[in-house]
């Protein structure tokens, strides 16, 4: 399994490159990075950048030249705070980080425990409430989703109530330490729980779907004549081999996850990557935009690796080569 893995990061070392520079090349096309210079008519500032930036070469050279800058751990500076690239991305990579983990978590542990039940007990009443259920979650957008749950768990029990400190906080995400486990928590609950609706309803179904065609398949009518236990061969057998598909789409949405909770971030004023993207790209931060794309694309393909080895470690019918 170690040399699968060497051998998907060696091809993964490719993609990459032609990722970056693809996007690197698409940024430059799209962005100036001296607009803000280019409002003050100095030619000669104007020059000395150009030069200092590598802007004046080929787009391949200043690939490179950024390319190397970057292995070296020198991302740049953003022209929107002044300050490094890097000490914007790697905490707002942190709190992203904590959003998707927590959200991840508790949606997989619902997800799973709806759709093993409806696959289950299919056709029931409870399997066609839990299906209305899943469809109402996929259709709520999340600004609105977390919009109501702000005004139901947070804004008007403090109004109802009187209470100068909330039960629920709804404005940024603090690390555990300064207000210990509990003051994180309360300011974790409802960006978590405005993710986890959305994922629990659309990998409820797919695990559902994929216990139904595990429960028919012949090896688990094999153990069933043989007089295994119900129990044993929901969850020993048909569980364990529709936990491949599942942890495999969970990963990939996971690392797509990273950069793409624009929404929830803004709406519960999360310093993460969805919001930092954004701030960036309004402002044309062409220095931020690049390594943020690039650290999005390993997240990626590093999930899509860690998905890979899950499904075999999962599944003793698929073995890695």
């Known amino acids: 399994m170690l040399t699968y893995a060497l051998r998907r990061l060696l091809y993964s070392v490719p993609v990459v490159l032609v990722a970056s520079f693809l996007l690197f090349w698409a940024v430059r096309v799209t962005f100036d ?41 020198d991302w740049g500076v953003s ?31 619902v997800a799973l425990a709806v759709g093993v039940y409806s696959a289950v007990r299919q056709y029931s009443a409870g399997d066609f409430a839990l299906t209305g259920l899943s469809y109402l979650g996929v259709a709520m957008p999340p600004f609105w989703l977390g919009l109501i749950l702000i005004q139901l768990l947070a804004a008007w029990p403090q109004q109802q109530f009187g209470l100068n400190d909330p039960p629920l906080y709804f404005v940024g995400l603090h690390s555990p330490g300064g207000g210990g486990i509990g003051d994180y928590a309360r ?25 139904l065609e595990t429960l028919a398949s012949d090896y688990v009518r094999t153990a069933r004549a043989k007089g295994v236990p119900r129990r044993q061969v929901i969850l020993g ?21 990273f950069g793409g909770l624009v929404v929830t971030e803004q709406v519960f004023a999360i310093q993460g990557m969805g919001r930092l993207f954004l701030d960036s790209l309004l402002s044309g931060d062409v220095f931020v935009l690049v390594p943020w794309m690039l650290v999005i694309a390993v997240a990626v393909i590093g999930f899509n690796l860690l998905a890979d080895i899950s499904y075999a470690l999962l599944d003793p019918r698929v073995r890695l080569r």
């Open 33 to 73: 990075p001296l607009a803000k210079l280019r409002s003050i008519p100095d030619p000669t500032v104007i020059a000395r950048e150009t030069a200092r930036l590598g802007l004046d070469r080929p787009v391949p050279v200043q690939y490179w030249l950024w390319l190397k800058a970057f292995a070296s751990g």
């Open 187 to 211: 300011h974790l609950v409802l960006p978590v729980l405005t993710l986890t609706v959305g994922l629990v309803a659309s990998w409820s179904r797919y695990t559902r779907t994929t216990m």
């Open 79 to 109: 022209t929107r705070t002044g300050g490094a690239v890097r000490d914007l991305i790697l905490p707002s990579l942190g709190t992203t980080l904590q959003l998707v983990f927590w959200g991840a978590l508790f949606a997989g542990l």
């Open 237 to 257: 057998h048909a569980l364990r081999t529709a936990l491949g598909p599942f942890v495999t789409v969970a990963a990939v949405d996971a690392g797509i996850l």
